[in-house]
């Protein structure tokens, strides 16, 4: 059956709009990649299902969306861009071994697919776990996966690890451009970390890589608001420290500053999983989540966060 033309002008109009912004931020994606190679010939009871579905998850509706993605994966058992879906869906459900498995099988499916190792890494990182951890497993051997994970890593902040990817990735346009890019944000990073660096005497001097030494240097971070490099210091707490919800507040209030809502609320919603019974620093998440909802125009999400705040703390 040929696909509808509301649905090819849908599907057209998402992944060419996709397309687009990748070849904004790499030069190297084909900009005239046509969305035909999504379409194929879709039944009308696919595509049924395939658009209620991004219709419940733009409503947050997850579990409604992830069983009509799955009768889609029934309809079509190799579609790649439903396993991308239910990849995503099953992140902001918080199930991530399955949210995983389902973005492997994309990424593997397309590893050029910059969304794909974009999804892939935010879900190891939800699980404290590392793309170098699972390295036999992935497509190292395409150079266009390490050009999309590179950028992915520098887009988060982690100028280090794009840096070490870009050192294994052959050499192109794309590579010298954003290796420039990686070298002026580490630089701006050690710049801000060392700004903020904070005096301790002899007598109650912390261990290096200690809890208590990334706090204080988070909290000299905070009071100078030097927020540049605060998400790198705070992720890099959180590898050690995966349970404290302070190194979430401060990883979410950096988001805020460097107006990445998204990744702000996800940041702070995780650490509220780990917040008991401290009402000022609940107090602060609430109000960066706030902000944070109201940044993308979600008035309900900011409202009730902002009603859980306690006065008086």
Same mark, same amino acid.
């Given at each position: 059956?040929?696909?509808?033309?509301?649905?090819?002008?849908?599907? +057209? +109009?998402?992944?060419?709009?996709?397309?687009?912004?990748?070849?904004?931020?790499?030069?190297?994606? @084909?900009?005239?990649?046509?969305?035909?190679?999504?379409? &194929? %010939? $879709?039944? #009308? #009871?696919?595509?049924?299902?395939?658009?209620?579905? *991004?219709?419940?998850? +733009?409503? &947050? @509706? $997850? #579990?409604? =969306?992830?069983?009509?993605? *799955?009768?889609?994966?029934?309809? %079509?058992?190799? @579609?790649?861009? !439903?396993?991308?879906?239910?990849?995503? *869906? $099953? *992140?902001?459900?918080?199930?991530?071994?399955?949210a995983e498995a389902y973005a492997l099988t994309a990424l593997l499916a397309e590893p050029d697919n910059l969304w794909y190792t974009n999804t892939y890494v935010e879900i190891l990182q939800k699980q404290q776990k590392s793309v170098e951890e699972n390295k036999e497993q992935l497509p190292f051997d395409n150079a266009k996966f390490k050009e999309n994970l590179a950028l992915v890593y520098y887009r988060k902040g982690k100028a280090k690890a794009a840096q070490s990817v870009l050192r294994e990735t052959p050499k192109s346009s794309f590579t010298q451009q954003l290796s420039v890019k990686v070298e002026d944000l580490i630089e701006t990073q050690q710049a801000a970390i060392t700004s903020s660096s904070f005096t301790i005497t002899n007598e109650n001097r912390a261990e290096s890589g200690s809890f208590e030494q990334y706090k204080a240097q988070i909290q000299g971070m905070l009071r100078a608001n030097h927020y540049l490099a605060l998400d790198q210091v705070a992720e890099e707490a959180l590898e050690s420290y995966p349970s404290q919800p302070y190194f979430y507040y401060a990883q979410g209030y950096a988001f805020n500053k460097k107006a990445k809502p998204r990744e702000a609320i996800e940041a702070l919603e995780t650490g509220l999983d780990y917040l008991v019974g401290d009402i000022a620093l609940a107090n602060k998440f609430y109000q960066e989540? =706030? #902000?944070? $909802? @109201?940044?993308?125009?979600?008035? !309900?999400?900011?409202?009730?966060?902002?009603?859980?705040?306690?006065p008086g703390f």
């Open positions: 059956m040929k696909t509808s033309p509301i649905v090819s002008t849908f599907f +057209g +109009g998402f992944f060419l709009i996709t397309l687009s912004v990748c070849a904004q931020e790499t030069p190297e994606i @084909n900009e005239n990649q046509s969305a035909e190679l999504f379409l &194929e %010939d $879709y039944s #009308d #009871d696919f595509q049924d299902k395939f658009f209620d579905a *991004l219709k419940q998850k +733009g409503i &947050e @509706n $997850y #579990d409604r =969306a992830i069983n009509l993605m *799955l009768e889609c994966k029934q309809l %079509d058992a190799a @579609n790649y861009v !439903v396993d991308h879906e239910l990849a995503q *869906l $099953y *992140l902001n459900e918080k199930k991530y071994p399955v989540l =706030a #902000d944070a $909802y @109201n940044s993308i125009n979600n008035s !309900v999400k900011a409202n009730m966060y902002l009603r859980k705040i306690k």
